[in-house]
């Protein structure tokens, strides 16, 4: 937490700041650094939205709660881990790109994948990618035996599963697709997937729930156990599993790659990741800010319910 001496010094100069700019409104996610501004925008009497991503919110969160005029989350827990802020509480989902307009199977084209094939794909994240590169290192030979892989390394993976690929049989090689990243490519691989090893991180779960793509979650374990609690959501839901960090290796990897083996199942893990799915998170955010911004009443929880969900106010 900022310490009373920097936030002394620094509520002066944010209020300085939105005198300057004259904001109608302020959305904030609620970190450490929004304090400043939060305890001006409250004395300037400039309304505020905070949205948190998490099912359990920080200590910064939590602090800055009360300071909002209303609450963005992503899962309805938050709003009652967050009730004693007596601020109106609206579950809106995480804002992500629109999926609704992208074709599975152009997507499946711009990657190379043939029309039909499963496809698995890994993506660690920015954080502690090596545990996952190490289990696709293992299990690769098994593993394109069964599945197509797309798998996401990292810049410092990335050497090693190229020469992963190249050690392959070349009648399975093309299975096996290694990128240091993706960035505009990312939407075409999650429709292209038909499962996810993943963390739990709110945009990979909101993006992976909006596509009705089943997931097995590798929560990060050092994040002050946030990731865990999201991937508790979708795995006591039906749309993921849940494995362990410390239980991740290639014999998971491979395990997990079984789930494409069992249509029935597949089929409800991909119904409950659709029903968790709010496509419309941006709109519904959007329809809170607009409203404090122009001093309008807040819309009714049931009308952001459907606009998260994208469905016509």
Request: charged share 20%; with cysteine.
């Amino acid at each position: 937490m900022l310490d009373p001496a920097r936030l002394a010094a620094s509520v002066p100069q944010a209020m300085a700041m939105l005198l300057g700019a004259r904001p109608a409104a302020i959305f904030t996610t609620g970190g450490y650094v929004a304090i400043p501004t939060l305890l001006a925008a409250t004395a300037l009497r400039i309304p505020v939205l905070l949205w948190d991503g998490n099912v359990v919110p920080g200590r910064s969160v939590r602090f800055t709660a009360g300071r909002a005029s209303a609450i963005a989350v992503s899962f309805a827990a938050t709003c009652g881990a967050l009730a004693g802020s007596g601020r109106p509480c609206f579950v809106t989902g995480t804002p992500i790109r629109d999926v609704g307009e992208i074709d599975r199977e152009a997507a499946r084209t711009s990657l190379g994948v043939a029309p039909g094939a499963r496809v698995l794909l890994i993506f660690g994240g920015s954080q502690a990618v090596r545990r996952f590169n190490a289990a696709v290192a293992e299990a690769l030979p098994r593993l394109v035996e069964r599945v197509h892989v797309i798998h996401v390394t990292g810049d410092d993976g990335y050497a090693a599963a190229l020469a992963g690929r190249a050690a392959l049989p070349p009648v399975v090689r093309d299975r096996y697709r290694p990128y240091p990243f993706l960035r505009d490519e990312m939407l075409a691989a999650l429709a292209t997937a038909d499962l996810l090893v993943g963390r739990a991180g709110s945009s990979t779960l909101a993006e992976a729930t909006a596509l009705g793509l089943p997931m097995v979650v590798v929560p990060y374990p050092h994040a002050a156990g946030h990731q865990r609690a999201n991937a508790l959501v979708l795995a006591q839901a039906g749309a993921a599993r849940l494995v362990e960090d410390e239980q991740f290796d290639a014999a998971a990897l491979l395990d997990a790659a079984r789930l494409l083996e069992d249509p029935s199942a597949h089929v409800r893990m991909s119904a409950a990741a659709r029903e968790l799915g709010r496509p419309g998170a941006a709109d519904a955010v959007a329809d809170l800010v607009l409203a404090l911004a122009e001093r309008r009443p807040l819309p009714d929880p049931a009308v952001v319910e459907r606009r998260s969900r994208g469905k016509a106010a």
